[in-house]
């Protein structure tokens, strides 16, 4: 049975871009928001609720959480800690899912896949043995296990990279562009991949969290077709008025060079294959199914460079 009435109470975990824009999607709905971070933080709206909490403390969320209807894991742990910090949140999570009642739906990424030849889809197997990449998975396999045996509802949406911040295309790329700076790519140039707009996230993590047919299983988050970083940041200066940037590249071995100082230089390292090859999604299913379409190009790149210069350069 579909449940399509509108949920009256959300609870949202970490303010990254996507909690961010889930909470003030809830919230510009008329709707009650809790968002729950670590040191309160969020944006400024009548209808956002900003708790400081931590998120790993099953008894503290649980009583945050009592009566509301969805639960939304946006949590963003620091990336070089992911295999510590992201256990025992997801463990926490569970747990108060199963108090609650409330369904849970979960933001995650690609990772879980692995390096993969093609388009990834909600059916490719999530076949990664690295930690880093390990460990979404291992929380999504524990999550649906509990939905399964009927003791929680949840769900998981999974995007690629995202054009706004803090994405790698957002402060490599974009930042110095606006900041009048050149543009030294730590990334290919000319690869093909898929970028999502964090709009479209949190559009289908509210969707997925409402509609009884999403629950138990993940889906991809609508995304345009696969368009490669060159012709991104070229699109992003002729759709924001900015002067067209010069391009190059920073040779792999001075960034793996650099790893050895710079410990989020060096975690980039696992990742390095969804830049050197063609890093590509199907979200097909997500549109057919609910009707969502990804969000277009330019109005994502205009949202990137407002959400920059409001955030990140700072200016009025």
């Known amino acids: 049975m579909n449940s399509n009435n509108l949920l009256k109470s959300h609870v949202v975990i970490g303010a990254s871009a996507v909690g961010i824009a889930t909470a003030e999607l809830l919230a510009e709905r008329g709707e009650q928001v809790i968002l729950v971070t670590r040191s309160g933080s969020g944006p400024d709206h009548p209808y956002i609720k900003r ?8 008894d503290e969320l649980t009583q945050i959480a009592q009566g509301s209807s969805a639960i939304y894991n946006c949590a963003s742990p620091p990336y070089n800690s992911w295999p510590k910090d992201w256990p025992p949140l997801g463990a926490a999570l569970l747990i108060v899912a199963e108090r609650t009642c ?3 739906a979960t933001y995650s990424n690609l ?3 692995g390096p993969v030849k093609g388009l990834m889809s909600e059916n490719t197997p999530l076949i990664a043995t690295h930690p880093k990449l390990r460990v979404r998975a291992d929380i999504w396999s524990d999550t649906l296990a509990l939905h399964k045996a009927g003791r929680i509802r949840a769900t998981e949406i999974r ?3 995202h054009f706004q911040p803090n994405s790698m295309f957002s402060l490599a790329l974009c930042k110095p562009l606006m900041e009048g700076k050149s543009v030294m790519s730590p990334i290919p140039l000319d690869v ?3 970028w999502t707009s964090v709009n479209d996230a949190a559009k289908l993590l509210v969707t997925v969290a409402e509609d009884s047919r999403a629950w138990g299983r993940p889906w991809h988050v609508p995304t345009n077709a696969p368009i490669s970083a060159r012709e991104l940041i070229l699109r992003f200066a002729e759709v924001n008025g900015l002067k067209r940037p010069k391009l190059s590249v920073i040779p792999y071995p ?8 710079v410990a989020m230089l060096r975690e980039l390292r696992t990742t390095r294959y969804q830049f050197d ?3 590509l999604i199907d979200s097909s299913a997500a549109t057919a199914t609910f009707g969502l379409k990804p ?3 330019d109005e994502a790149l205009r949202d990137t460079a407002h959400l920059l210069k409001n955030r990140i350069l700072n200016k009025p």
């Open 51 to 58: 708790v400081a909490a931590d998120a790993t403390n099953a």
């Open 102 to 104: 409330a369904v849970l």
């Open 111 to 113: 990772y879980g896949y």
């Open 159 to 161: 995007s690629s990279d």
């Open 192 to 194: 093909p991949r898929s």
């Open 254 to 261: 001075i960034l793996w060079a650099a790893g050895v100082f």
């Open 277 to 279: 090859s063609p890093f």
């Open 295 to 297: 969000e277009p190009i």
